[in-house]
Nanobody, 127 residues
Framework: QVQLVESGGGLVQAGDSLRLACAAS????????MGWFRQAPGKERDFVAV????????DYADSVKGRFTISRDNAKNTVYLQMNGLKPDDTAVYYC????????????????????WGQGTQVTVSS
């Protein structure tokens, strides 16, 4: 059973940066593709970013491309989301997710393609 614990959320001002971390345990982290999603109040959970097992492949939602960077440290069983130039529209609960395969296909943006989820961390961006 894979367990994921997110950290690093908080209240920031527009234009600030945050780095989220997701620590994994209970599985073989280096064999999992990992994703970040977010969910604003009253909205569906949306894809943010995904990374394959060794970090050689990444993809991003258009809304965060150029501002957010996903990375991973397999030695620490941790995936990160560096968020720069934050906007009020980025306010949401951010979730990390693990896929029980080392890579991802064209439907990586679907929540159904991930097998384990963390509990989420709140990010609030004030204007």
């Amino acid at each position: 059973q894979v367990q994921l614990v997110e950290s690093g959320g908080g209240l920031v001002q527009a234009g600030d940066s945050l780095r989220l971390a997701c620590a994994a345990s209970g599985g073989t982290f280096s064999t999992n593709a990992m994703g970040w999603f977010r969910q604003a109040p009253g909205k569906e959970r949306d894809f943010v970013a995904v990374i394959n097992w060794n970090g050689a492949m990444t993809d991003y939602a258009d809304s965060v491309k150029g501002r957010f960077t996903i990375s991973r440290d397999n030695a620490k069983n941790t995936v990160y989301l560096q968020m720069n130039g934050l906007k009020p529209d980025d306010t949401a609960v951010y979730y990390c997710a693990a896929r029980m395969l080392p890579t991802y296909s064209s439907n990586y943006f679907s929540t159904t393609k991930y097998d384990y989820w963390g509990q989420g961390t709140q990010v609030t961006v004030s204007s």
